[in-house]
């Protein structure tokens, strides 16, 4: 009687487990990087506060990112975990799937996305984030591995998406209303080590020493010599091309950093 109540038990905490996880009814394997999956998910909860904190009036407005309105960065948003989920599933059947058609196809998207109705561009962003999240638990631990191509024509595991897709959700979060501050620490930290390893790859790391304040540590970038003050959000946000607020500078021009992505 006793084990018959707690199977029902554990079969009703199992699919209450199965309800929260969603359609995909499955865990992530054990390959799977689960410190970047955890900081996704994380950022895909905030960026859909953030959303919902947007009025549908909102949307029309400027985002933080120049020359794109809110609407534009919520159907980028989207259509990025569309790309990302193509990847998966090139890793995931071995067929190559590319993100995005061209260049040209991408933003004619992201164009097409900005105007649709509030609610049909909320669900498209929901989704979308929905459906990355089923194919990553669908990746087995050869599929993490499996080389796919990114936008950029990097080639890259799989397993990059999930870093890949951390970033896009919480940086544009911040384009989107929210803040660099609320971001982990440890989201800032591999967000300023991604804009340095992209300045790395075209060779256009400038000579800068950043001191972050609130780590109370110094981060020497190229050959070093003038120096950027501030607070790890302050500096991150700088890095990723969202503005110079709150930062000293001792002799480098806030306004010269090469762009990230
Ligand atoms: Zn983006």
């Given at each position: 009687?006793?084990t018959?109540t707690?199977?029902?038990?554990l079969?009703a905490?199992?699919?209450?487990?199965r309800?929260?996880q969603?359609?995909?009814?499955?865990y992530?394997?054990?390959?799977?990087?689960?410190?970047e999956?955890d900081?996704a998910?994380?950022?895909?909860?905030?960026?859909a506060?953030v959303?919902?904190e947007?009025?549908?009036?909102?949307l029309?407005?400027?985002?933080?990112?120049?020359?794109?309105?809110k609407a534009?960065?919520?159907?980028h948003?989207?259509y990025?975990?569309?790309?990302?989920t193509r990847?998966?599933q090139?890793?995931?059947?071995?067929v190559p799937?590319?993100?995005?058609?061209?260049?040209?196809?991408r933003?004619a998207e992201?164009?097409?996305?900005e105007?649709?109705?509030?609610q049909?561009?909320?669900?498209?962003v929901?989704h979308?984030?929905?459906?990355?999240d089923v194919e990553?638990?669908d990746?087995?631990?050869?599929?993490?591995d499996?080389?796919?191509?990114?936008?950029q024509?990097?080639?890259?595991?799989a397993?990059?998406t999930?870093?890949?897709?951390a970033r896009e959700?919480?940086v544009h979060?911040?384009?989107?209303?929210?803040?660099?501050?609320?971001?982990?620490r440890d989201?800032?930290?591999a967000?300023?080590?991604?804009v340095?390893a992209?300045?790395?790859?075209?060779d256009c790391?400038p000579?800068?020493e950043?001191h972050?304040r609130?780590?109370d540590?110094?981060?020497?970038?190229g050959?070093g010599g003038?120096s950027v003050?501030?607070?790890?959000?302050?500096v991150v946000?700088?890095?990723?091309?969202?503005?110079?607020?709150?930062?000293e500078?001792?002799g480098?021009?806030?306004?010269?950093l090469p762009?990230w992505?």
């Amino acid at each position: 009687m006793s084990t018959s109540t707690s199977n029902s038990e554990l079969a009703a905490a199992r699919e209450a487990l199965r309800q929260r996880q969603g359609s995909g009814a499955r865990y992530d394997s054990s390959a799977a990087p689960a410190r970047e999956l955890d900081w996704a998910r994380r950022g895909t909860a905030y960026f859909a506060r953030v959303l919902n904190e947007t009025s549908d009036s909102e949307l029309r407005n400027p985002s933080a990112l120049p020359g794109w309105s809110k609407a534009a960065v919520v159907a980028h948003v989207g259509y990025n975990a569309r790309a990302l989920t193509r990847l998966c599933q090139w890793a995931r059947t071995g067929v190559p799937h590319s993100m995005y058609a061209s260049a040209e196809a991408r933003l004619a998207e992201i164009r097409r996305g900005e105007s649709l109705p509030p609610q049909a561009l909320r669900s498209l962003v929901h989704h979308a984030a929905i459906h990355l999240d089923v194919e990553w638990r669908d990746l087995d631990d050869t599929a993490w591995d499996a080389q796919v191509v990114t936008a950029q024509g990097r080639t890259v595991p799989a397993r990059e998406t999930a870093w890949m897709r951390a970033r896009e959700v919480w940086v544009h979060a911040a384009d989107l209303g929210g803040s660099f501050r609320r971001f982990p620490r440890d989201v800032l930290n591999a967000l300023l080590d991604d804009v340095v390893a992209v300045w790395k790859r075209r060779d256009c790391v400038p000579d800068v020493e950043l001191h972050l304040r609130d780590q109370d540590c110094t981060v020497v970038l190229g050959g070093g010599g003038p120096s950027v003050t501030g607070s790890t959000p302050d500096v991150v946000r700088w890095l990723t091309g969202r503005g110079a607020v709150h930062l000293e500078s001792d002799g480098f021009d806030l306004s010269s950093l090469p762009a990230w992505l």
